[in-house]
């Protein structure tokens, strides 16, 4: 792999858990530690996917103690939240999350909202799109678009990406509040620390340089080498991020010119997907 490029996470590390569930900062309250807790190790056993994750995959992921990781996941099973595998013991996602997921897709629908802004900006550019949301320290791609280009990108539809690499989730960390923005850089620290483009101090510049712009841009090849992505977020009625439109192309291709028209059409097309997102709120 290329020094300065990051691989999208389909499988958790300790540093990479969903959250610092040992080390709660100063904006989590200690009586909420508990739920801090269980939807640290939620996350955790849904990264392992259908495989599920065993109890010393969970504490290992989450740094807790093996007992209290053990009352935490049959907790979890009892309500549903998770089930256990009778022959390896392995626990994966219960039928309870799958209802409430149900439910919250009536709700939370960005995907088919967004699906014919993501055609038009495919039309436009001919360049791969991407959708992105966050999930916990982590920017997750729920749809892409792939580009005509004959070179095949490394991120695909349910990968994970640390927030703050590439553009699709830079963008996405750029839009929280700076409490935030340096828990995520401290927590995902030890999963970039081997690329120089992705140091904390590198990472807070970023941060700044995308809220000056409003938009995200990786043009130096930090993510995808030789390629330019750029991203845009999606906001609320509160300015806060919903998610993130992202286009990528051949950075031969992205001149200064090519990138303001994109970027002035992917403004479009969010403004587009944020109204429609107010509307089916309401």
């Known amino acids: 792999m290329p020094r300065d490029t ?9 540093a990479g858990a969903a959250v610092a569930v040992a080390n709660a900062g100063p904006h989590h309250t200690a009586g909420a530690q508990s739920i801090n807790r269980s939807v640290a190790v939620l996350r955790i056993v849904a990264a392992h996917g ?23 996941l049959r907790a979890l099973v009892d309500e549903r939240l998770l089930e256990q595998d009778d022959s390896t013991r392995a626990f994966r996602l219960g039928l309870e999350l799958y209802a409430l997921g149900i439910r919250m897709g009536m709700q939370f629908d960005i995907k088919r909202l967004a699906q014919p802004s993501i055609e038009r900006l495919w039309q436009a550019t001919r360049e791969t799109i991407y959708l992105g949301i966050r999930s916990g320290y982590d920017a997750l791609c729920i749809e892409m678009r792939e580009g005509t280009s004959e070179r095949r990108l490394k991120l ?4 994970l990406w640390p927030l703050g690499v590439g553009s699709i989730g830079m963008t996405l960390l750029a839009h929280l509040p700076d409490w935030e923005v340096a828990e995520i850089i401290a927590e995902n620290a030890p999963r970039v620390k ?4 992705y140091t904390s101090d590198k990472l807070l510049a970023k941060v700044a340089e995308t809220r000056r712009q409003g938009y995200a841009i990786d043009a130096s090849g930090g993510t995808f080498p030789g390629m330019c992505g750029i991203g845009v977020p999606i906001l609320d009625a509160h300015q806060r991020p919903i998610a993130s439109l992202c286009v990528v192309g051949a950075a031969a291709r992205m001149d200064e010119r090519k990138r303001g028209q994109i970027v002035e059409q992917m403004w479009q097309e969010s403004a587009v997907i944020s109204k429609l997102w107010h509307d089916s709120q309401a």
Request: avoid cysteine; proline fraction near 5%.
């Open 6 to 14: 990051v691989a999208p996470k389909r499988r958790p590390t300790r």
């Open 50 to 72: 259908r495989a599920g994750a065993s109890l010393k995959d969970v504490a290992a992921a989450s740094g807790l103690h093996r007992a209290t990781a053990h009352r935490i």
């Open 156 to 159: 695909y539809t349910e990968d």
């Open 194 to 197: 081997r690329y120089a483009a």
